[in-house]
């Protein structure tokens, strides 16, 4: 496999896996930590990926971002049904939207 292809795949993986896997670290902490405070975590993790300079990866992960937003952090949690507080669809719709645009 070409080295350009692996590092490419590569980033395409963890576009999808460090956002899941920075909501699992916060977890533990979700009832303690506001919407807010968790999206700009996220907004960060998109932000790091976009700074490598690929951007199908960054739109990527803006993309698992907000949908890791939604299943981990809006009720009912660990769920993708109900989820209509207009709240949390501005707020998810907005992390997505940003990080497309970061």
């Given at each position: 496999?070409?080295?350009?292809?692996?590092?490419?795949?590569?980033?395409?993986?963890?576009?999808?896996?460090?956002?899941?896997?920075?909501?699992?670290?916060?977890?533990?902490?979700?009832?303690?930590?506001?919407?807010t405070?968790?999206?700009?975590?996220?907004?960060?993790?998109?932000?790091?990926?976009?700074?490598?300079?690929?951007?199908?990866?960054?739109?990527?992960?803006?993309?698992?971002?907000?949908?890791?937003?939604?299943?981990?952090?809006?009720?009912?949690y660990?769920?993708?049904?109900?989820?209509?507080?207009?709240?949390?669809?501005?707020?998810?719709?907005?992390?997505?939207?940003?990080?497309?645009?970061?």
């Amino acid at each position: 496999m070409p080295r350009d292809l692996a590092k490419g795949l590569t980033a395409l993986l963890a576009a999808v896996a460090v956002p899941l896997a920075v909501c699992l670290l916060l977890l533990p902490v979700r009832a303690i930590l506001s919407d807010t405070n968790a999206v700009l975590i996220l907004m960060l993790v998109v932000a790091a990926v976009a700074a490598l300079g690929n951007r199908g990866a960054a739109a990527l992960t803006a993309l698992s971002a907000a949908v890791w937003y939604v299943f981990f952090f809006t009720t009912p949690y660990e769920s993708f049904t109900r989820f209509n507080n207009s709240d949390d669809i501005v707020t998810a719709g907005l992390l997505l939207v940003v990080g497309l645009a970061v």
